[in-house]
């Protein structure tokens, strides 16, 4: 019953994704002047983060002190979370087209793996993963 439930709401949520991120960048050429990248990019963030804490409420309520321990990581990885997928995006719509601003954003999540292989040694990417970088940097070089 509960994953019915769950499979129905699959496909919706597997289309509204895409749907919200391409709204994100026509925001981020509408924005400059009226909202600075910063102040945007918190408080898309923040509001995220109020709506899945609130999805996610049994859990963190029950796994919460875990996060407790390390908070600097916490913050660390959000501020670059925001600062890396939001504000630097925002900060392009100043200057370019939302095509443009769409090929950055979809070179965060290469440049996030690489760097997080590379400088932080968290993983040795396997063929998979080198697959989905080549995939992606093509996919950026085809709208280019």
């Keep these: 019953m509960l994953l019915d439930r769950l499979q129905r709401w699959a496909l919706p949520l597997a289309w509204l994704t895409p749907g919200l991120w391409a709204v994100n960048a026509v925001i981020s050429r509408a ?44 913050v660390c990885q959000s501020f670059l979370g925001m600062f890396l997928c939001g504000a630097m995006m925002y900060k392009a719509g100043r ?3 939302v095509v443009n601003i769409g090929l950055i954003y979809a070179t965060s999540p290469i440049i996030i793996l690489l760097a997080s292989a590379w400088w932080l040694r968290e993983q040795r990417l396997c063929g998979r993963q080198w697959l989905g970088v080549a995939l992606a940097l093509l996919g950026v070089l085809h709208v280019v």
């Design 31 to 74: 924005a400059p002047g009226t909202i600075e990248p910063f102040t945007l990019a918190l408080g898309r963030f923040a509001l995220a983060g109020l709506i899945l804490g609130y999805w996610a409420r049994a859990e963190l309520q029950q796994h919460g002190l875990e996060c407790l321990r390390k908070p600097w990581a916490y």
């Design 95 to 97: 200057t370019t087209g």
